[in-house]
């Protein structure tokens, strides 16, 4: 009797071993989850979205990048989704697969995820090597057609995008495969490479070939008219040609701004609307040529207040715990403006109710709040993410 109970023991040990041991696809699994007085149990699908990690092999080489997936994704829905192809630029270069999601697109895909309903594919480029290595934006379109069969990436909404040396990489795909793209934008980048000054000797008809290769594809063109790096007369270049040739081109120079436009142009609402417009093949209501080139200050101008106004902004503002947030003052015909932990920077105003930092970011603004006697009575801070109210007590700040 003892022997018998012993071997019906090592047989549902065996079992159980063997049914451990049955592969389960991650794409088909789910998980069966109960809690008491919820009614019935539901299988609840088990699926990977955000920021997701990859590889490849190409040329017997191992690529590790990064694909982003919305979070309404869905396996089974049978829904086509738009996708980009985003190139990082020089600083982000590696082999880990990680680090060109801290910049660019990415960056503000984390900080708006709800403007930014795409599949995005972003391969890594190795250190020691440039996006217009010809292996390595082969290397790029395969990880793209990876991504593109594994989450149903839309073939009509197929999009690229680059910064900086992402850029450089950006317009020889852009060249090379012209009606892959429903449209491009590319952020400081450009056709005369750093690494290789000589090809500005070409400077007279370069452009002019690419815009003949790439034909009527949309493309937006972003750059800072203080770049040092990559200098904003490239693009001039590019958008000139484009234009002559019956293009369809965006050029938006940001007045002030040097090498990094990136995180303002990624931040702009439109840009995702704008290549959500586009798709192949062009719709009949698409103009065959379209040309637009806007200088975009930084900040609003400033306009001079009046002594009462002053009045009205300068005090203590308190944050909900009742410590002060924010101190507006009025030092030698300058507004000033304190913050928590007593850093001072300099303020303007844009209108009696509204202030911005012209030293400070372009995404960050105050607006006053008034009653309805006129008195300022609070302060909102407003910027690309979030906002603080801080109510307003009387102060003898200004001096």
């Known amino acids: ?56 092999v190409f040329a017997g080489v191992v690529h590790r990048y990064q694909v982003y997936v919305p ?98 990489g950006a317009w020889e795909l852009a060249r090379d495969y012209p009606h892959r793209w429903a449209a491009i934008a590319i952020a400081s980048g450009g056709i005369f490479w750093s690494y290789e000054p000589q090809r500005w000797q070409r400077a007279a008809t370069l452009p002019t070939e690419y815009a003949r290769a790439v034909g009527h594809t949309p493309i937006w063109l972003f750059h800072g008219t203080d770049d040092p790096v990559v200098v904003s007369r490239q693009d001039e270049l590019m958008y000139e040609a484009f234009k002559s040739a019956g293009g369809h081109i965006r050029l938006w120079l940001y007045q002030g701004l040097k090498h990094d436009t990136w995180t303002r142009a990624y931040r702009e609402p439109e840009l995702p609307r704008w290549l959500l417009d586009h798709r192949l093949p062009p719709t009949p209501q698409e103009p065959p040529s379209f ?26 503002y308190f944050d909900t715990n009742g410590l002060v947030a924010l101190t507006i003052t009025w030092q030698n015909e300058r507004l000033y403006a304190k913050d928590r932990v007593g850093q001072v920077s300099d303020l303007a105003a844009a209108s009696p109710t509204e202030l911005f930092y012209p030293e400070g970011s372009s995404l960050t603004h105050l607006v006053a709040e008034r009653d309805n006697e006129g008195r300022i009575t609070a302060i909102v801070l407003r910027d690309d993410r979030h906002e603080e109210r801080w109510d307003k007590r009387r102060s003898t700040a200004r001096r």
């Open 1 to 56: 009797m003892l022997r018998s109970l012993h071997w019906i023991r090592v047989a549902l040990a065996a079992c159980l071993a063997a049914a451990c041991l049955i592969p389960v696809s991650a794409a088909a699994s789910s998980q069966t989850i109960h809690l008491p007085g919820a009614g019935p149990a539901r299988a609840t699908p088990v699926q990977d979205t955000g920021f997701l990690n990859r590889q490849l």
């Open 71 to 168: 979070e309404e994704w869905r396996r089974n829905d049978n829904r086509k989704w738009p996708i980009i192809l985003f190139l990082h630029g020089r600083g982000e270069r590696g082999s880990e697969g990680m680090w060109q999601t801290q910049v660019g697109l990415p960056e503000a895909v984390r900080d708006h995820p709800e403007r930014w309903p795409f599949i995005i594919v972003m391969p890594q480029c190795p250190l020691g090597s440039f996006w217009t290595d010809n292996d390595h934006l082969s290397m790029a379109m395969e990880a793209l057609d990876q991504e593109t069969q594994e989450f149903h990436g839309d073939p009509d909404r197929t999009y690229l995008s680059g910064i900086s040396m992402g850029g450089y």
């Open 291 to 316: 040309a637009e080139r806007l200088l975009i200050p930084l900040h609003p101008p400033a306009v001079k207040l009046t002594t009462s106004q002053i009045d009205n902004l300068v005090g203590e």
